[in-house]
């Protein structure tokens, strides 16, 4: 097989001048923070985390002045400054703690608990490779409808979300899919839920995190509700909505079989026309390079009958994975890695 690891340099610039990667994929999946320092309830989180580790409060005194005083005001500024008042602090001082904790629980490039430094050792742990197996599959979702001019009946998004998991449940050992749904399931309920409930948007291209995981579980359970069907619990689905997700789901499956019927490979055939580039300053180089995670991803490439090179790219960076049209490559960037690294500590 010939899989091509090229260094950095030749990479990024080969990519630039063939393409233009600069331009933003419109499948790119934006990683961003969420914190809203007017939205009282994320400014009393943040507050809590400076009074007790900045300013050395007693918890009971934090929590017992937060939680009335947060129904009292309206905005996140106004909270801060009635807080900063309460214990005797600066209200400038306590500003720039604020700032200094804003990201304290948040799970994108520079947020938790260690406030400065990337976490990270180059490893790559369980959960983040099964999530990332799941966000790979989904950009192929998209390099597929690209390549092969698949009908879009519907939001694309949602149909890359259907084929990763139609992919999984019906080509991976029933075990290794379960791991990797749940992982993918718990990722986005955890980015959910960094969000009050009632800010989850009902707008943008993707569906709200919470109604990805849910349909995600729906899907699997649509295919083999035994194997599947503990994903329910992850999501709070009751025993109608699992008999309702059986029902609807079972033509998802008819639909991409049908679809996808023309398009693999012949079986124990691989395509040559799929590679895998890991750049050298990848933080996650030599994990990904001495380990089968990579290779496994890749074979799920090959396994598909394209007319032109596609590949999956593991680069340094900021951002999330993407497939971009015209350099017909999936990437995936170290923060994104990271991300679900840090999710998996949760
Ligand atoms: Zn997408
Ligand atoms: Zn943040």
């Given at each position: 097989?010939?899989?091509?690891?090229?260094?950095?340099?030749?990479?990024?610039?080969?990519?630039?001048?063939a393409?233009?990667?600069?331009?933003?994929?419109?499948?790119?999946?934006?990683?961003?923070?969420?914190?809203?320092?007017?939205?009282?309830?994320?400014?009393?989180?943040?507050?809590?985390?400076?009074?007790?580790?900045?300013?050395?409060?007693?918890?009971?005194?934090?929590?017992?002045?937060?939680?009335t005083?947060?129904?009292n005001?309206?905005?996140?500024?106004?909270?801060?400054?009635?807080t900063?008042k309460?214990?005797?602090?600066a209200?400038?001082?306590?500003?720039?703690?604020?700032?200094a904790y804003?990201?304290?629980?948040?799970?994108?490039?520079?947020?938790?608990?260690?406030k400065?430094?990337p976490?990270?050792?180059g490893?790559?742990?369980?959960?983040?490779?099964?999530?990332?197996?799941?966000?790979?599959?989904?950009?192929?979702?998209?390099?597929?409808?690209?390549?092969?001019?698949l009908?879009?009946?519907?939001?694309?998004?949602?149909?890359?979300?259907?084929?990763?998991?139609?992919?999984?449940?019906?080509?991976?050992?029933?075990?290794r899919?379960?791991?990797?749904?749940?992982?993918?399931?718990s990722?986005?309920?955890?980015?959910?839920?960094?969000?009050p409930?009632?800010?989850?948007?009902?707008?943008?291209?993707h569906?709200?995190?919470?109604?990805?995981a849910?349909?995600?579980?729906?899907?699997?359970?649509?295919?083999?509700?035994?194997?599947?069907?503990?994903l329910?619990?992850l999501?709070?689905?009751?025993?109608?909505?699992?008999?309702g997700?059986?029902?609807y789901?079972?033509?998802?499956?008819?639909?991409?079989?049908r679809?996808l019927k023309?398009?693999?490979?012949?079986?124990?055939?691989?395509?040559?026309?799929a590679?895998?580039?890991?750049?050298?300053?990848?933080?996650?180089?030599?994990?990904?390079?001495s380990?089968?995670?990579?290779?496994?991803?890749?074979?799920?490439?090959?396994?598909?009958d394209w007319?032109?090179?596609?590949?999956?790219?593991?680069?340094?960076?900021?951002g999330?994975?993407?497939w971009?049209?015209?350099?017909?490559?999936?990437?995936?960037y170290?923060?994104?890695?990271?991300?679900?690294?840090a999710?998996?500590?949760?």
């Amino acid at each position: 097989m010939d899989r091509v690891i090229f260094c950095a340099a030749i990479a990024i610039s080969f990519l630039f001048a063939a393409t233009g990667l600069t331009q933003k994929s419109k499948s790119s999946e934006a990683i961003a923070c969420r914190i809203d320092l007017n939205n009282v309830k994320h400014m009393s989180d943040i507050a809590s985390n400076a009074l007790m580790h900045e300013f050395h409060i007693d918890e009971p005194k934090v929590f017992g002045f937060l939680k009335t005083a947060r129904k009292n005001h309206d905005d996140g500024k106004s909270l801060a400054v009635a807080t900063a008042k309460e214990f005797g602090i600066a209200e400038a001082d306590f500003l720039a703690a604020i700032e200094a904790y804003k990201h304290v629980n948040c799970t994108h490039e520079g947020g938790g608990e260690s406030k400065s430094e990337p976490a990270g050792d180059g490893t790559i742990s369980p959960f983040a490779k099964d999530v990332l197996f799941h966000v790979v599959v989904h950009e192929l979702g998209h390099a597929l409808v690209r390549e092969f001019d698949l009908p879009v009946l519907g939001n694309e998004e949602t149909l890359a979300d259907t084929f990763a998991t139609h992919y999984i449940v019906s080509r991976m050992p029933k075990a290794r899919a379960s791991s990797i749904l749940k992982a993918r399931i718990s990722s986005l309920m955890i980015e959910a839920e960094e969000v009050p409930r009632n800010e989850w948007t009902v707008k943008g291209e993707h569906n709200s995190d919470a109604r990805r995981a849910y349909q995600i579980a729906a899907t699997a359970i649509a295919y083999d509700s035994e194997a599947f069907g503990s994903l329910a619990d992850l999501v709070e689905m009751t025993g109608s909505e699992f008999r309702g997700a059986r029902d609807y789901g079972s033509e998802l499956h008819r639909s991409w079989r049908r679809i996808l019927k023309p398009l693999w490979m012949n079986d124990g055939m691989k395509s040559k026309e799929a590679r895998l580039a890991i750049e050298d300053d990848s933080m996650f180089a030599s994990a990904l390079e001495s380990g089968d995670f990579a290779t496994e991803l890749e074979a799920v490439l090959r396994s598909f009958d394209w007319h032109s090179q596609v590949t999956l790219r593991f680069a340094s960076g900021d951002g999330g994975a993407g497939w971009n049209r015209s350099a017909r490559t999936i990437t995936v960037y170290d923060e994104y890695v990271r991300r679900f690294n840090a999710q998996g500590e949760k």
